[in-house]
């Protein structure tokens, strides 16, 4: 019972900042912790489905206008979608679009309605007279037999439709999970135990993407193919590193020619190549047809029957970060949105960016600059965004400006090796206040990590607040953190510490563009 009192009082102390704190309330906020938790709520508030949708389409008329293109609208709109936030994106969709939505069918996570409306995010919900039909599953972002009646349903839906429709397509992250139609004969649960064991062994999401596309009969740009001849409109919010369309989903409305040899690289890199089912094998050795076709033998005539727009990105959550910050009376410097890589070596990064940033005297040494230089690329992040940094950094100190609010976002992975309870953000921010506790001298810095879809693993907390405190906070507590961390229990660790202040709780965000990180930096003492 005490720790769900201590978890509500963690959540009390977030929703005040969530809500919308009054301007004067936020203007003295003195908290490090407080302005983190602030920054990555506006991050987050900027990527809001109903606001990315109301951006990027709009209707003059009898016209629906996306990215500079205008699309006839003659009762011939039909609707699909998958994805964590698709739910809110639908709804705005229907309240720009209006009588013009013939009808709709989405695919959307497992109990999302509900939660949705105990949140009390009722925006994010459709009407009671609306066109479009909402079909629940993947229960924990996993694909189930419920997402598979689902894909088979859109599949009918856009595979009737002809040459004076137009398909409006709404993807978000998630969309793999709550899309699946294994190619036969490969089953539901061949497709997911092979994706499963790459998750466990520390794979990316984009090869996780890459081999979902190869075993599936709508990804890979399968959808848009089953919807010819119809005009294919997609909106996308983005939750992989550099929005690339063809991975993002697995490319439901992109075109790929599947490659084989890629996808047996992947699984070779994890060794499970020998152990996988006879029907993955047979499906990879000679990729199924889909829809009476291969997409990746489209022609010119139904490429130009799609249109992708990226509506919602990891980039803008930063830009709107920034924005916040410079509000706080921080300064932003944006170091990448690409981060990846083992957490543990995305914590190395930021604790020698942290010292960077704060050592004292005029010049940071020059062993520092090379090794942030050496570690960066490692973890997804260019020479020229490192450098970069650095003389923003510099800048910095040679003019005396104050605290500085670094800014990055990404997706690492965690190498599972234990059984506990984490996720990524948790764990990166566990091993980063370790980083900034662990020189000779202890860092002043404050970092934030945050899933900005409000979940971290299948956990309460969205992330983790840390810094050079913690490691001397656990022990006064009787807290052993390598003992967390070996077993990927860092949940369990920032819940019993200091009664689980340090967790970041929104609660269910209804988006999903990766994560955001938020290292505050305090200007160097002398």
């Not at 810095?445 to 299948?458: E, H, I, K, M, W």
């Not at 609660?507 to 505050?520: A, E, F, I, P």
Request: proline share 6%.
């Amino acid at each position: 019972m005490a720790r769900v009192l201590s978890l509500s009082r963690a959540v009390h102390h977030w929703r005040p900042l969530w809500a919308g704190t009054p301007s004067a309330w936020v203007r003295s906020m003195s908290s490090l912790q407080d302005r983190a938790r602030a920054v990555f709520a506006a991050a987050v508030e900027g990527v809001q489905p109903d606001s990315v949708v109301r951006r990027s389409l709009q209707l003059h008329g009898d016209e629906l206008v996306v990215d500079g293109r205008s699309f006839k609208l003659t009762n011939n709109l039909h609707l699909v979608g998958f994805g964590k936030a698709v739910l809110g994106m639908a709804a705005e969709a229907e309240r720009i679009v209006g009588d013009h939505l013939v009808r709709g069918l989405i695919s959307v996570p497992h109990g999302i309605q509900e939660t949705l409306k105990h949140h009390g995010k009722l925006n994010m919900l459709l009407g009671s007279s609306s066109r479009i039909k909402v079909m629940e599953g993947a229960k924990h972002n996993l694909p189930d037999l419920d997402a598979q009646r689902s894909a088979e349903s859109i599949r009918e839906l856009v595979s009737a439709l002809t040459e004076r429709d137009l398909l409006l397509v709404l993807i978000s992250g998630g969309g793999s999970a709550l899309l699946p139609a294994p190619v036969p004969p490969v089953t539901l649960q061949e497709k997911q135990d092979v994706t499963r064991r790459l998750a466990a062994a520390g794979a990316t999401i984009q090869e996780l993407n890459t081999v979902r596309r190869a075993l599936s009969l709508l990804k890979g740009g399968g959808l848009a193919h089953c919807a010819h001849p119809a005009q294919v409109v997609a909106l996308i919010l983005s939750d992989v590193i550099g929005d690339p369309l063809d991975l993002i989903a697995s490319g439901p409305t992109v075109g790929s020619k599947v490659q084989p040899e890629k996808v047996w690289a992947i699984l070779d890199r994890y060794d499970l190549t020998a152990s996988l089912p006879s029907s993955v094998k047979e499906v990879l050795n000679k990729p199924g047809p889909q829809c009476e076709g291969d997409p990746g033998e489209q022609t010119q005539d139904t490429r130009d029957h799609v249109l992708n727009s990226v509506i919602g990105s990891n980039t803008i959550a930063l830009e709107c970060a920034g924005r916040k910050a410079r509000e706080l009376g921080l300064r932003p410097v944006v170091l990448s949105p690409g981060v990846s890589g083992d957490v543990r070596t995305v914590a190395r990064l930021y604790g020698l960016l942290s010292q960077y940033a704060c050592s004292p005297g005029k010049e940071p040494p020059a062993e520092l600059q090379a090794q942030i230089l050496q570690v960066g690329p490692e973890v997804g992040v260019e020479s020229w965004d490192l450098f970069r940094t650095m003389k923003l950094l510099g800048e910095g100190r040679e003019e005396g400006w104050g605290a500085t609010c670094l800014l990055a976002g990404g997706e690492p992975t965690v190498q599972l090796t234990g059984k506990g309870q984490g996720g990524r953000n948790q764990e990166l921010a566990l091993r980063v206040g370790l980083e900034l506790g662990g020189g000779a001298k202890k860092s002043p810095a404050v970092f934030l990590s945050g899933g900005t879809d409000g979940q971290d693993g299948p956990t309460e907390a969205a992330g983790a607040v840390s810094d050079a405190e913690l490691e001397a906070e656990a022990k006064n507590q009787g807290l052993d953190i390598n003992g967390f961390l070996s077993n990927n229990d860092s949940f369990t660790f920032f819940s019993r510490l200091s009664e689980g202040s340090r967790l970041l709780m929104p609660g269910l965000t209804g988006t999903n563009v990766m994560d955001v990180h938020v290292m505050l930096l305090p200007p160097p003492s002398e």
